[in-house]
C-alpha cells in the first residue's frame, strides 16, 4: 500500500504550496471515489456473514461508503473547476477540503485491507 502514504504526501505538500493544490484535490477525490466505488460493488458488508446483508452494519457499511464516492467526486470536481481556475482565491477551502479527506482516505484503506485478512 505504497500509494495511500504517497497520496498522504502530495496532501501535506499541497498545505505549503497553493499551486499544486487542484492537481491533489483531483488525486485525492478520484483515489477517494474509485476506490470507495471498489469496495462498494465488490466487498460484502460485514453483516453478510450473519446470513442477511439488510442489517444495521450492511446499511451503515455502504452509507459510509456512498458517502465516501460522493465526496471524492465533489472534492475532484471542485479541483478541477474552481481551484485550478483561480488558486489564490480558493486556497483556504483548498486546503481545508485535503485535510478532511484524511478522515475518508483511512476509512476506505482500512476497509480495502480487510478484505487481505479473510
Known amino acids: 500500500m505504497a500509494f495511500p502514504a504517497r497520496l498522504i504526501a502530495i496532501i501535506a505538500g499541497a498545505g505549503h504550496d497553493v499551486t499544486t493544490a487542484a492537481a491533489a ?3 485525492c477525490g ?25 442489517q444495521l452494519p ?7 461508503l456512498a458517502g ?4 471524492g467526486l465533489a472534492e475532484a470536481s471542485f479541483g478541477f473547476w474552481a481551484v485550478a481556475r483561480d488558486p489564490e482565491r480558493w486556497a483556504g477551502i483548498a486546503r481545508f477540503l485535503l485535510w478532511a479527506s484524511i478522515l475518508p482516505l483511512c476509512v476506505v484503506v482500512a476497509l480495502g485491507s480487510l478484505a487481505f485478512v479473510a
Do not use: D
Not at 465516501?68 to 465526496?71: G, M, P, R, Y
Open 25 to 27: 484535490l483531483m488525486i
Open 30 to 54: 478520484v483515489f477517494l471515489g474509485s476506490s470507495g466505488l471498489a469496495l462498494a460493488i465488490f466487498k460484502a458488508p460485514p453483516s453478510a456473514a450473519s446470513g442477511s446483508p439488510f
Open 58 to 64: 450492511g446499511y451503515a457499511y455502504y452509507g459510509i
Open 68 to 71: 465516501t464516492v460522493l465526496f
